[in-house]
């Protein structure tokens, strides 16, 4: 359970940074962030491994690729789901979602 609070706490620090630079995502609030990251971690932990097993034919036919449209769909949908984050189109989610995977790396690899 600590280790979930902790990797949704990261989530909103990733979020709250992509949604400060206008790559295609914004966040009215803090507490939109918070409840956006939780929403996205419950997203990744139900909703994607299911899509992930579906789609696992045209990922192995782009190598891997496809799992980043994966992420831009969970950002999407994220997005739909939680009033008060605005999403720009799939290519504003494409690039929100390779950047906040950089940056949750990076703040998972400084915190833990």
């Given at each position: ?5 902790v ?5 909103a620090?990733g ?5 400060r ?16 990251a939780?929403v ?61 995977s950089?940056?949750?790396w990076?703040?998972s690899?400084?915190v833990?």
């Open positions: 359970m600590t280790n979930f609070i990797t949704v706490l990261i989530t620090a979020l709250f940074i992509v949604s630079l206008n790559l295609g995502l914004q966040i009215d609030g803090l507490t939109t962030t918070l409840i956006a939780l996205l971690g419950l997203l990744n932990a139900f909703v994607r491994p299911i899509l992930a097993f579906l789609s696992l034919p045209i990922t192995i036919l782009t190598l891997g690729l496809f799992a980043l449209v994966l992420n831009a769909l969970m950002i999407m949908l994220m997005g739909a789901l939680v009033k008060g984050v605005h999403v720009n189109g799939f290519l504003g989610a494409l690039i929100a979602s390779i950047v906040l950089i940056l949750t990076l703040i690899a400084i833990r």
